[in-house]
């Protein structure tokens, strides 16, 4: 009988609505032959708000499940052996509490700690480059990680406390370089602060860098990505050895799980993606020494909306398809002694140690997130990309090439994509009510006081805040106690001040901003807003970009504004157009909310357009608000886009003369 590799851990990101139907999602999962759980929290939960907070409003069990607290956090495990499951979860600023939770459930259950297997991602750096659910600024941030980690290095120790993620950067624009390099540039500060805390000397400093795990992205061009994971294996080897002197094989292992990419996903022909998706996993399981721990895929249509339980399974079955039917896992690297991937897998190398000496030259990571530097890079590089996919330079099939279509059987019909019910946050608030007024409050003052206490003596954070999960303490309240003491923070935006002239195709559209604009007797004003708690800025930021490369004056302030703070800025600016990037699916009740705040400041003939992954009947809803135009993923050309904008100020312009 021929031997076999272990296959790897079979997942899918999900949570949505409440903890009750994700639990339903997650025993039907496992059910279908899924090895591990992947969750997903909804921005409220991810930024360290209870459901019934005002920036919360729109957003609950829209992205991922609402966890308000340890109630929460039972029903979504319930009748899942915690000590069996190999769980990992998607939360960053507030991993610490999360992880609380998981404990507080899994200690319910009598679950043996040392038991639990899994990861939470932990990853507070590239919170500020990419996926934008900070709350603390830096250093406190890089204390909270260095906390989980000491304490899961003590305490559970089959758990991964930090997951450095590199496969938000990607999704931001990072060429391959750029992810290899910002991404270890990440993990080092990481390492480097566990180790300035004097925490984790010898033997134990050797744990905690076993424990370190990256999440990685892989894209279409599958022999790079595939290069990339290799440049990855050679360059955390180097570091572990050169850097930190660990020589231990098992500790300086690079382990990785992946998502491949979601990014590249179309909504036009949709069903291509499939195939998309299939290569991107090759790209991650061809090279066995290169070969992914864990491995979740998108669903074929997450560029149209929340994908079903269907979808989800077809994506698993993809995996398992090629575990077992391939004979993939039955030999070894079939790469090794090739001279072409040898050869771009030490080019990569060779780039990436430049981009991390630089970095380094800056004085690490942290430093180069406050000096804007990384932002930046990864704005720019995300510009490129999508100039050449308008330009026709990089192929996308389907949306710059061969777009006459067929319909497709499979996007059409009532329930073609999982929509969250309208009432599902007014209930959420009424258990999270109910859930205050049924606890011990003296329990939960006394929680909070000693979180608070071990927050500003610079005290291990965990072992107070699974005594708050216990108490009862909420999401909400943990996030607001350790805000007081470390106040919150607003990265840098990495949108450029200065226009570019070298933008290709925008001599028509500035001819045309500088026309309006004439009429108008000054510059075109271009407010770009992002309300409620989406932190995925990418549309936002190159929206902005191309807007002041046309021209225009543009005011965009970054993510996480209310309506009301978006209204206002309108109104003291004196803008021209408002434009709104909602992707998390609150579009309909936060733009209704907009709407209404600037007719009543008597705003009515400025007009709005929004953007995002918007179905077609929440576009007639939208524009029934009085939306000027609404742009989703098919409007690629951002050209267009600048064009359609000046037509909509001048058009409105001569209605108010």
Known sequence: MVLRDKPWLFRTYAGHSTAAESNKLYRSNLAKG??????????????????????????????????????????????????????????????????????????????????????????????????????????????????????????????????VCSYHLQEAGATPVQELAFALANAIAILDTVKKSGEAEGAVFGEVVGRISFFVNAGMRFITEMCKMRAFVDLWDEICVNRYGITDAKQKLFRYGVQVNSLGLTEQQPENNVYRILLEMLAVTLSKKARARAVQLPAWNEALGLPRSFDQQWSLRMQQVVAYETDLLEYGDIFDGSTEIAKKVEELKAEAREELARIEGMGGAVAAIENSYMKQQLVESNTRRLENIERGDQVVVGVNRWTESEPSPLTTGEGAILTVPEGVEAEQIA????????????????????????????????????????????????????????????????????????????????????????????????LVGKPGLDGHSNGAEQIAVRARDCGMEVVYEGIRLTPAEIVNAALEESVHVVGLSILSGSHVPLVRDVMERMRAEGLSDVPVVVGGIIPPEDEAQLKGFGVAAVYTPKNFELNRIMADIVTIVDREAQKAA
């Open 431 to 526: 258990r999270l009510q109910a859930w205050r007024e049924a606890r011990d409050a003296k329990a939960v003052d006394a929680a909070l006081a000693d979180l608070k206490s071990a927050a500003q003596e610079g005290r291990n954070i965990m072992e107070p805040s699974i005594v708050c999960a216990k108490a009862g303490v909420t999401t909400g309240e943990w996030g607001t106690c350790l805000r007081e003491v470390f106040g919150e923070y607003r990265a840098p935006t990495g949108v450029g001040r200065a226009a570019r002239v070298d933008t290709q195709g925008l001599e028509e559209v500035r001819k045309n901003v500088d026309a309006v604009s004439e009429k108008l007797g000054r510059r075109i004003k271009f």
């Open 34 to 163: 899924q090895t591990g759980l992947s969750v997903a929290f909804d921005l409220p939960t991810q930024t360290g708000y209870d459901s019934d907070h005002p920036l919360a409003r729109g957003e609950v069990g829209k992205v991922g499940v609402p966890i308000s607290h340890l109630g929460d956090m039972r029903t979504l495990f319930q009748g899942i052996p915690l000590a069996e499951m190999n769980t990992s979860m998607t939360i960053n600023a507030c991993a610490a509490w999360l992880l609380s939770l998981y404990i507080a459930t899994a200690d319910e259950q009598g679950a043996d700690r040392t038991r639990l297997q899994g990861t939470t991602q932990n990853d507070i750096i590239k919170e500020y480059l990419s996926r934008g659910t900070y709350v603390f600024p830096p250093t406190p941030s890089m204390r909270l990680t260095k906390d989980t980690i000491i304490f899961t290095t003590e305490h559970l120790p089959r758990w991964n406390p930090m997951n």
